[in-house]
């Protein structure tokens, strides 16, 4: 009775639960379609960004390909230019080889016609000499018949018995014959001591001649050019670090004056200076110059130099003609060309000895090849840190025994020194030799070696210290810088060890005026973050 009388409450909650569910499923339907749209809308901006980078990246790898095309073509073009330097060079040294063995020749060629001219010579003595010979067969059968001429004439006037003629007569002869032949003797010794003495100066003006020497005395100065001016500024460095680690890794004084595209380095060592030009040579050539390089540079260099030694030791044997020498030999003259003689080059002084003493060997119609390696190997000895008992050119002589040269060389080498009596022709021509080298004009500077071993001195005087690990002379012996080890020697003692070496250099040191001492005491700390 009462939903009866409450007909349209049912129907209308029906249809208000039916336009619900019908608003929801469109919302619901609505929702979905704008989500898909959405998401179509999202994969197109997905796609688009995605197209976006593949095409950079796309770009970005052609350039990259394109710039290592480039290197790869600057790589290949740098190493067909040093392909074409060193190619160049070794045909420069083929030249070089080329026209020394062709001089050479010429050398021989000239010889045996000297030689067939001497025996030209030889034969026309030969003529002179048979000569003389029947000459004096002729003399001597007219004195044969002027004595039996005499013997009659005394037999008639003196009534001599003819036993006491020829003996009278006898004795007058002998002695006029003893007086001719004296005579006749005295003018042969004569007429061949003149004609020994011309062909000997002869002999010594052809070989002069044939030896090509250098006049320059070994300086104490090399000369760096530089590619512009500008990279002065970049030597020097901030404040003059660079500069001030250049002199204490090498040990030379390193001037920048105003000279234009060149820098000048000075030190009485050949073989610091040598090091420190190479050293700063490379460095111009990288570009990179500050104090970490510059140390990294130079350790790099002195290894370098034994190598370039060796090879400089190798190179003059081979130019000389000497043959199978010991790799120690080879080593140590190559570093006769950093040692010097009262300013003359030692190596220099070996190669013209060498040169001097073979080519008058083959104006003597001797073999070269002994006279030629004693005087090349003659000074090595100066070369080595080994303590000398003997002098230096007989200590040559048996340093070079030891490694493998023969006795003849030995002693040629021994006969160079003013206090042995040559034994062979070979030590003879040696001895010569080297005289000749030393002699001539502009070989020697006495005053720059005196100073130069003052200058060594004051290194050797701080080195007998202990804890010293180096120590360079600067300024022309006004400063002398001394590198301890941080290990051994404190703050406190390097104040002290810089007051007994300049206490010491006062009493012994032979350089006028005022000498500076610093003690450098250096501390690195190293530490590598992994």
């Known amino acids: 009775m009462l939903f009866r009388s409450q007909p349209g409450i049912p129907m209308t909650l029906l249809q208000l639960l039916i336009f619900s569910g019908l608003l929801t499923v469109f919302f619901l339907a609505g929702d979905f379609v704008l989500r898909h749209l959405s998401w179509r809308r999202l994969a197109a901006r997905a796609r688009e960004k995605a197209d976006r980078i593949l095409a950079n990246a796309r770009r970005e790898g052609e350039v990259r390909r394109k710039d290592a095309e480039l290197a790869a073509q600057e790589l290949r073009e740098r190493l067909e230019t040093e392909a074409a330097e060193r190619e160049g060079a070794q045909q420069t040294r083929l030249d070089e080889m080329e026209e020394t063995l062709s001089s050479r020749q010429e050398t ?83 007429k061949a001591r003149a004609s020994m003495k011309k062909r000997i100066g002869e002999a010594l003006s052809r070989s002069l001649q044939q030896v090509r020497s250098s006049g320059v005395v070994e300086s104490t100065i090399s000369v760096v050019r530089l590619p512009s001016d500008d990279m002065k500024g970049r030597i ?20 920048v004056d105003d000279t234009p595209g060149t820098i000048t380095l000075s030190c009485f060592d050949p073989l610091r200076r040598e090091t420190a030009r190479v050293a700063i040579e490379r460095l111009l050539e990288d570009g990179r110059i500050h104090p970490a390089r510059i140390e990294e540079q130079v350790e790099k260099t002195r290894k370098d130099m034994k190598e370039i030694i060796r090879e400089t030791g190798e190179t003059t044997a081979f130019e000389l003609a000497v043959q199978d020498l010991h790799p120690r030999l080879e080593e140590l003259l190559g570093l006769l060309k950093y040692h010097t003689v009262q300013g003359q080059n030692l190596l220099q002084h070996c190669r013209e000895t060498a040169d001097l003493a073979g080519v008058l060997a083959q104006e003597l119609g001797l073999p070269a090849d002994i006279p030629r390696r004693a005087g090349l190997l003659h000074e090595i000895a100066q070369a080595t840190d080994e303590q000398l008992s003997a002098p230096t050119i007989i200590a040559s002589g048996e340093l070079a025994m030891r490694h493998g040269e023969s006795r003849d060389v030995q002693e040629a080498i021994a006969a ?56 360079y002379v600067f300024r022309a012996g006004k400063e002398l810088r001394v590198l301890v080890d941080n290990q051994k020697v404190s703050d406190r003692e390097a104040v002290a060890l810089s007051q007994e070496i300049a206490g010491r250099l006062k009493r012994e040191a032979d350089i006028p005026g005022e000498i500076k001492v610093s003690v450098l005491r250096e501390t690195r700390t190293v530490e590598y973050a992994l």
């Open 108 to 190: 021989i060629q000239r010889e045996e016609s000297r030689q067939r001219a001497t025996g030209s010579r030889l034969a026309r003595d030969q003529e002179v000499l048979t000569t003389r010979m029947r000459q004096h067969d002729e003399r001597a059968a007219n004195i044969a018949r002027q004595e039996e001429s005499v013997v009659k004439r005394l037999e008639e006037i003196a009534g001599l018995s003819r036993e006491q003629a020829e003996e009278h007569l006898r004795t007058e002869l002998v002695e006029g014959a003893r007086v001719q032949a004296e005579e006749e003797i005295r003018n042969v010794v004569e």
């Open 416 to 471: 160079a020194h003013l206090d042995v009596t040559p034994r062979t022709v070979e030590g003879a021509l040696v001895r010569l030799a080297c005289r000749l080298s030393h002699s001539r004009l502009g070989a020697k500077k006495h005053n720059l070696e005196v100073f130069m071993g003052r200058l060594r001195r004051l290194e050797k005087i701080a080195l007998s210290f202990p804890g010293v690990r180096t120590a």
């Open 236 to 255: 020097i460095g901030r404040e003059g670090r660079n500069i001030r680690s250049i002199e204490m890794v090498t040990g030379i004084d390193l001037i």
